[in-house]
């Protein structure tokens, strides 16, 4: 039973195009955040909810838009595509805000072509 | 901006071999995260330290968090094939708002 469950595991797509990603938590955590590895394996946060409610946003070009329908889910829309936005996106979660240690998604890797 | 700067970032040694990944920073945490990345996953937490001069360990793997709180290393003895991954310190900013910051991480690979 996948703890943070994210889908597709691969997306390859034109650029201008709209995609989404999903995320899904069963932990019952309270936070849960958006990733941003690049080729370099850099990781840089983008945005973390804490129950439903933003609680950080990086900067971000305003084209990605997280959505919290509930605290087990959060997903992430990217409008306009752009080549630059290829990357593996990584959802996690966390049971407290800003203590502990994060649960990651196995990621998902967006090509932009 | 706080950072988190990892050495070496590459790392090819031989399966037995023994090494050492350092994290460090100008700055203090009240914590210090490890994390391992395999191909096509997502970071998994090792360990956490929390005291100065704090050491723990989980096998062939050991963990300290600097006297001061501002550096950690990583040794691992006997390197086997199974500990080849991206290793990635983390620590919490200081804005209280739960991000986690992570180090470039170090690419170990371990050949039989």
């Known amino acids: 039973d996948t703890a943070v469950s994210q889908t597709p595991k691969y997306l390859v797509t034109q650029m201008g195009n709209d995609k989404s990603i999903k995320c899904e938590q069963n932990l019952g955590h309270d936070t849960m955040y958006w990733y941003k590895q690049d080729s370099k394996k850099f990781l840089k946060i983008m945005f973390s909810?804490?129950?439903?409610?933003?609680?950080i946003n990086e900067t971000v070009p305003n084209r990605f838009s997280p959505k919290s329908p509930d605290k087990a889910h959060l997903n992430l829309h990217i409008n306009s595509l752009e080549l630059g936005d290829s990357a593996v996106y990584f959802c996690a979660s966390s049971q407290i805000q800003g203590t502990g240690g994060y649960t990651f998604g196995s990621g998902t890797r967006l090509t932009v072509v | 901006t706080q950072l988190l700067e990892q050495s070496p970032q590459f790392l090819s040694i031989q399966e037995g071999e023994n090494l050492t990944v350092y994290c460090n920073s100008s700055?203090?945490?009240?914590?210090l995260q490890w994390y391992r990345q395999e191909p096509g996953e997502g970071p998994v937490l090792l360990v956490t330290v929390v005291t100065g001069g704090e050491v723990k360990k989980l096998k062939r793997l050991t963990f300290q968090f600097g006297d001061a709180r501002k550096d950690s290393s990583l040794h691992i003895t006997a390197a086997q094939p199974g500990d080849t991954g991206l290793y990635l310190c983390?620590?919490?900013?200081?804005?209280?708002?739960?991000?986690?910051?992570f180090g470039q991480g170090t690419t170990l690979q371990v050949k039989p």
């Open positions: 983390a620590a919490y900013g200081s804005s209280n708002t739960g991000k986690l910051i």
């Open positions: 700055s203090v945490f009240s914590s």
């Open positions: 909810y804490n129950n439903k409610e933003l609680i």
